[in-house]
């Protein structure tokens, strides 16, 4: 078997171990999951992952990136695409962590569809591409802020958590006001947040913000104005 191989029934046959029966119809029924949970809890699977992980390091670039595919694509619980992430989190392949990735960024948030797993990579594997790479990753925020899809629109929106005083405003802006009369869930409560985060760093600018649309939801308006 080819080193993708293993890891990929590593993965699968240690989360079969660790999981809990009676735990996992109620962690899908939180998660209003279609694909099942095998029960495992977030300590654990890291555990599971840092060890694997280790166990299993990959060498090539293309074998990384298809070991990941694969577990996102043919997952049969829910933990095996948490897994997926966390693999293109590794700090082993931080070198591999290039704006190229965006494709395949888009394919787990365009599939994955729901805040457990956008969250988690708009914040800490797009937002980091911005950071490092603003002149190729602006542009496609720009474009992600008016796609059809909510959770690329959501992820323009939220990429920027933790940027403090390295916030593009104009793309936090142009973002939030591309999508300021969605009524949807996810889009105002990620206005929310974008907003609220950012006013640990600059609350003046985000209660002119907040003042000078008016068309904010309240839900938004909330969350921005939660800590000022």
């Not at 962690?27 to 099942?36: F, H, V, W």
């Not at 931080?94 to 494709?103: E, G, H, V, Y």
């Not at 729901?114 to 937002?127: I, S, T, Y």
């Not at 403090?164 to 996810?186: M, P, W, Y």
Request: glycine letters at 4%; hydrophobic letters at 45%.
């Amino acid at each position: 078997m080819t080193g993708s191989q293993v890891l990929i029934k590593a993965v699968r046959s240690g989360l079969a171990a660790l999981g809990d029966a009676r735990k996992a119809p109620e962690m899908q029924r939180y998660m209003k999951s279609e694909l099942p949970f095998r029960g495992v809890s977030s300590p654990e699977r890291t555990a599971l992952c840092r060890r694997l992980f280790n166990d299993h390091v990959l060498t090539d670039e293309a074998e990384w990136r298809a070991t990941v595919l694969t577990l996102w694509r043919e997952a049969a619980y829910r933990e095996e695409r948490y897994v997926a992430i966390a693999l293109t989190g590794d700090r082993r392949y931080a070198a591999w962590q290039t704006p190229s990735l965006l494709p395949l960024y888009e394919e787990l948030i365009v599939t994955g569809a729901w805040w457990d797993f956008v969250d988690e990579l708009a914040n800490h594997r797009v937002g980091a591409l911005l950071r490092r790479f603003p002149e190729d990753v602006t542009p496609v925020m720009y474009t992600w802020a008016t796609d059809v899809d909510l959770w690329k629109r959501r992820t323009s929106i939220i990429c920027q958590l933790s940027f403090k005083e390295a916030t593009d405003t104009k793309l936090l802006a142009t973002a939030i006001e591309a999508n300021v009369g969605d009524r949807a869930f996810f889009i105002r409560k990620g206005i929310g947040w974008a907003l609220r985060q950012f006013a640990r760093t600059e609350p003046g600018w985000v209660l002119a913000f907040v003042d000078s649309h008016p068309d904010l939801s309240p839900l938004s308006v909330r969350e921005a104005r939660k800590h000022l």
